[in-house]
């Protein structure tokens, strides 16, 4: 007898998603998105293997989503035909949090609000594994291209500046303080970048 498949894993998606931006990651179960979307337990084993692999697959579509949006973000600022330069790119960068979660909100709210430790407590499929570190890559080439844009530069102190704007700027004075909806954090952010972008990575040393 063939197993059940699912017609529509990204529906699975969603019900992860909601029931995690609802009650918190702990309350995702195969059980309980299999009672939310009428999908039987053996269908969602069939298609996501564990827990750990629906968690993961939902992880990773949410990262994805927000990492599109970030090029997408950056890209518009170098095509602009204004006097937009490369710090303009990097204060959009650290702004795609508020656009992601005006855009896919439970998408953000898994992503950006729930800890990745917690939401990849269960062990998860090596494929899911593998195209978790290929999309941190991706990331990490999205700051490099930043970095040398900034200062023709994609050394680790370069790269790292880019970082603290793109990633712990957005991360101190927005996620952790709930006020992604605020619009002074929002021109606060905006400002800390510009300042430490005005500041920059230290100067590179000469090799004797």
């Not at 712990?168 to 002074?184: E, F, I, K, M």
Request: overall charge neutral; charged content about 20%; proline content about 5%.
């Amino acid at each position: 007898m063939p197993r059940p498949r699912l017609h529509d894993p990204d529906r699975v998606l969603d019900a992860v998603e909601s029931l995690a931006a609802q009650s918190g990651a702990a309350a995702v179960s195969i059980r309980a998105i299999g009672a939310a979307i009428g999908v039987s337990n053996g269908a969602l084993y069939h298609s996501f293997t564990s827990r750990g692999g629906l968690m993961g697959r939902a992880w990773l579509r949410a990262g994805r989503r927000f990492l599109a949006l970030q090029t997408e973000l950056v890209d518009g600022v170098f095509a602009r035909s204004d006097h937009a330069g490369p710090g303009d790119a990097v204060v959009a960068a650290a702004d795609a949090p508020v656009v992601f979660a005006a855009q896919h909100p439970n998408s953000a709210t898994l992503l950006l609000s729930v800890r990745r430790e917690e939401v990849l407590a269960d062990e998860i499929p090596d494929d899911i594994a593998a195209e978790l570190r290929e999309l941190d890559t991706l990331l990490v080439g999205l700051m490099v291209r930043l970095a040398i844009a900034m200062w023709g530069r994609k050394d680790a102190a370069a790269v790292d500046v880019i970082t603290s704007c793109v990633v712990d700027l957005p991360t101190a004075l927005l996620l952790r303080r709930d006020r992604l909806g605020n619009a002074t954090a929002r021109d606060h952010l905006r400002a800390a970048v510009r300042a430490v972008l005005a500041v920059g990575p230290p100067p590179l040393q000469r090799q004797h």
